[in-house]
């Protein structure tokens, strides 16, 4: 039932691409679901992508842009004239798919394209989408409902719904409004099978209705639809009238772009991107984070040139420079993680900025002691030195706890300020903390060889 | 329509409880969603949550159950006795749910728990479930379904669709099997408000349904699921007969998990912990990572001692060993970490490993290049050995090179033997890193200083 794309199948596509056998090239994705031609054209060069399309149905045509990816779909859709995007996709999508795809294209071809469509509510609904912000219900939701009035009963209701069914990819829901479109519940396919064939709409609609504003954010959307499991989530304006709906799909890809997003962020990438993205806008992505990184080791490097003395007459302080360097950066990435989590998933709950430092001094406190004893242990034995032995147990265990500590205010600070506290797992968080940790290190170092 | 859990409501439904008020206590919460309870539970202690539980009525009870968080909802069973769990809460359950939650039980209590269900379908089916892996299709399956016979038609078909959606939740598809329970496509919402009042199933059911094997691992589901945007997905046995059937929710639930699995792997955190837990947890999750890094710079150490007469000799050279230390781990998550994200979405394509890695390197060296040069200016004019300069700066470049290609290689590798590549962006990278990085910065020194 599943199509499996291997080397094997793709090499012999080329081949009849290559040779412009129009008919076996066809036969050969005909039968595929659109998600998984798009996935074909991924392997393919834009000439033979294109030579593909033009061979498929328009409406599979139009759900293979859909599916494909939004860098490969922009350079697609650059190759083809405004006429035949208005008329052989556009025409073809749901209203917020058909918005997504427009709003990827330069301003002076979108309106081309937008004066080409011939279905005039079709590119009202386009045209009123494109003014909502990308990551908000309105830039989420599709314009293509089935609406019916609480007024109405059962038949008349039916006869209404088959004819707006008709327009629409698929139904979840059927929502209900009243005279002033104010929406005032669901009707679910459990309940039409339930309710006898002649009662009113308004004795078996669900009220119980969660819907968000066209303004509120994407992740919050996610969120929702997450925590009260729904497949479909009505938008209302600030009337709380009907405007649209939004599908768990496009959730779902807010939500994986989202944990890619802060995956991404604390191995140190700083933009979207994938392994197949040029070496030019990897590099791009990448650099930011090392440059941070280069800047650290600078200023670790004056640090450390302050204390020059002191490692002339103990080198043997050089040999955990990067233990202590490290394990700062750790610690700090393991605290600032689990709170950038916590925060994500609104599950911090109520406790007080106190409470949770409290608590994670705990945490560090356990884990300093234990990794300080391990490292004391070993250098006891190993190292000729006490005061070294005495030096790197208590600058670890120094570091661990200010890591920690540090780990876990950043985030939460940049939480209440409203910027996005991901951003602390990241570059700022390592390098302040293996800063700090050379520091404290050399200070300690400074101390104990003195008494020692 | 929306609730926001306040701290306010949290202290004022505490009264309440504390002062036994059920009544007071009962009309907080009654309008509320289960998922919402759920979230109130969370900041409450167990006794009160018990006191505020009892006052649900059964539906509610159970449903808040299921949105609970995982260890929380066990800790919560404990207390609860079998009876009570049997015929208050599992009964108003679908199966997936109830075999969950009987799944999180000790195998004692879980036989007394089914031996109280006095719905024997119900019973049969969750032991059935109970058989499956946790993390296959079978393990997400529900089997709660609604399932027509081809060779009805509409009037047959919705007299028994009426029968069974009573007993189901939310109703998506309705499934179509042959004699021999083998699937044989759906019928939609939109497909039956289309159809004919008289039509046959045979003719209008759609045949083109993607399912999946009870065996298929739940990775997959998700990932075949949000390709195809699907909101539910039949599952088959080895014969093609459908057992059950998936939920875009269950799978959301997947996904949230695996994004949170592989964030958590690159933040150094083992296990599957939130802010939540107790310190213990919290200490155990994170101090496997803890160590290994403090192996590897124990390993460091060592590597930094072998050139301790360099040191002693040009002691300017510790002052870039953080820097050269950092650089190596940073390159080599972020190169593993995009490796990571392809394998996880299938999105690797089928370049060669010879080609990936070339890839990689362009990638490396033009970071290399820019960095190397950045800090050799920098050393150009603030350092006065010249030897150190060059140094750094070729180091900082093998670096980078050896980084970028040992982090591609090793999560590409793990993914050929089928363990989890993941494990790649971790501790490991870092660290060996780390050394090598270490390692080479010491031995150009040696080099550069004998020479210059």
Known sequence: MQFELTREFIDKLRIHIDNKEEVAAFEMVKELHPADIAEIYEELDIDEAKFLHLLLDGETAADVMVELEEDDRERFLEALPSEFIAKQLIDKMESDDAADLIGELSDEKQEEVISYIEDLDQAGDIVDLLNYDEDTAGGLMAKELITVNENWNMPTCLKEMRKQAAEIDEVYYVYVVDDNNILKGTLSLKRMLLASANAN?????????????????SEEVANIMEKYNLVALPVVDALGRLVGRITIDDVVDVMREEAERDYQLVSGITTD???SDSPWLLTRARIPWLFIGLFGGIIGALVIGNYETDLGLYPQMAF????????????GVQSSSIIVQALATNSLGFDSIGKKLSKELLVAGINGIILSTVIF?????FSDSFALTITVSCALFSVIIFASLFGTFVPMFLGKMKIDPALATGPFITTVNDI????????IGRLF???F
């Not at 709409?201 to 954010?217: E, G, M, Q």
């Not at 955990?320 to 394990?327: D, N, S, T, V």
């Not at 242990?377 to 034995?381: I, K, V």
């Not at 700090?436 to 200070?443: C, D, I, N, T, V």
């Open 449 to 451: 060889f003195a008494i």
């Open 273 to 275: 991107v994938e392994h």
């Open 436 to 443: 700090m940790g050379l520091f404290l290190y050399l200070m």
């Open 201 to 217: 709409i308004k004795n078996i609609l669900n009220t119980d209705v969660i819907s968000v504003r066209t303004d509120t954010k």
């Open 320 to 331: 955990f420079i990067p233990l202590i360097a490290a394990m700062g950066g750790n610690v």
């Open 377 to 381: 242990t070993y250098n006891y034995f």
